[in-house]
Nanobody, 122 residues
Framework: VQVVESGGGLVQPGGSLRLSCAVS????????MAWYRRTPGKERELVAT???????NYADAVKDRFTITRDNDKKMIFLRMDNLKPEDTAVYYC?????????????????WGQGTQVTVSS
């Protein structure tokens, strides 16, 4: 299973970015998907989650500014980030809770991407 994030970059405070995450490989299904972020010296932080059916959940720090969406057919999720703040600067990681394996031998595989850097600075 491969997970690839894209869309990071440098943006001024108050600006917007849209992150994308594509999952590929021999996957039976993908259940929950999520965005996490990490800044140097801090623990990895959950940003937003989205279930297969579309229900979402957000960290308080990003609520009303970030929007997570999902395209199940393309095995992708997106993170629209508006009104960005310097404290949003981090490496953003995509996570996919996948189910893999042949019929009768399914197993859960928690897949992660390499991350994409988001820097909010003037």
């Amino acid at each position: 299973v491969q997970v690839v994030e894209s869309g990071g970059g440098l943006v001024q405070p108050g600006g917007s970015l849209r992150l994308s995450c594509a999952v590929s490989g021999n996957i039976v299904t993908i259940n929950d998907m999520a965005w996490y972020r990490r800044t140097p010296g801090k623990e990895r932080e959950l940003v937003a989650t989205i279930k297969y059916a579309g229900r979402t959940n957000y960290a308080d720090a990003v609520k009303d500014r970030f929007t997570i969406t999902r395209d199940n057919d393309k095995k992708m999720i997106f993170l629209r980030m508006d009104n960005l703040k310097p404290e949003d600067t981090a490496v953003y990681y995509c996570n996919a809770a996948t189910l893999v394996g042949p019929p009768g031998y399914l197993s859960a595989l928690d897949a992660w991407g390499q991350g994409t850097q988001v820097t909010v600075s003037s």
